[in-house]
């Protein structure tokens, strides 16, 4: 099993910005691809973007030109950069993680972290 624990969450106006940080380990041999996923109240979870071992990435469109994930293969660390943020970006966000474990595979989620804009 994979440990993921998120970071960086909290309360901002619109327009400003927040980094969130997730930091995988447990039993890793290797991790194919990392990404962050949101869940508002009354909403179903949805992916905002992910990152795979290789550095190809995939955006939410509503999030494309805005936020910005990274990767810190090394360190087994994604970070979401969140810029201009909006109201609409509330909601809990999810680190997930995919890969190869000891001889098994993993998929698994952090416990998230909340972020909340104010208009």
């Known amino acids: 099993q994979v440990q993921l624990v998120e970071s960086g969450g909290g309360l901002v106006q619109a327009g400003e910005s927040l980094r969130l940080s997730c930091a995988a380990s447990g039993s890793i041999d290797s991790i194919h691809g990392m990404g962050w996923y949101r869940q508002a109240p009354g909403k179903e979870r949805e992916l905002v973007a992910s990152?795979?071992?290789?550095?190809?990435?995939n955006y939410a469109d509503s999030v494309k030109g805005r936020f910005t994930i990274s990767r810190n293969n090394a360190k087994d660390m994604v970070y979401l950069q969140m810029n201009s943020l909006k109201p609409e970006d509330t909601a809990v966000y999810y680190c997930?993680?995919?890969?190869?474990?000891?001889?098994?595979?993993?998929?698994?989620w952090g416990q998230g972290t909340q972020v909340t804009v104010s208009s």
């Open positions: 990152i795979k071992s290789g550095g190809n990435t």
């Open positions: 997930n993680a995919w890969g190869v474990g000891v001889m098994t595979t993993f998929d698994d």
